[in-house]
């Protein structure tokens, strides 16, 4: 599914945030980045994991494998 505001995939799928949270829009790129490095600092690229999207299930290899990923299927 493509996304027409840039969202973070990491928090899209989290339960632990309200709605409003974990689909909020970054206005540029740039936002949507520096908030990726938070996750980054966090370890959540350690291991790999399911794409958190609801609709998708592709096994995450890796911040590279994350970054091609959400470019070219997700369009974030």
């Known amino acids: 599914m493509m996304f027409t505001d840039l969202v973070c995939l990491l928090c899209i799928g989290d339960d632990r945030f309200s709605t409003l ?3 909020r829009p970054f ?3 740039d936002p949507l980045q520096k908030h ?3 996750h980054v600092a966090n370890g959540e690229f350690r291991q790999g ?3 958190k999207h609801p ?3 592709e096994w ?7 970054k091609n990923y959400a470019a070219f299927v997700h369009g974030v």
Request: aromatic fraction near 10%; glycine fraction near 10%; charged fraction near 25%.
């Open 36 to 38: 990726l490095n938070i």
């Open 60 to 66: 995450i290899e890796g911040l590279g494998h994350f």
């Open 49 to 51: 994991f399911r794409c």
């Open 55 to 57: 609709s998708c299930s």
């Open 27 to 29: 206005a540029k790129k």
């Open 21 to 23: 949270k974990h689909t």
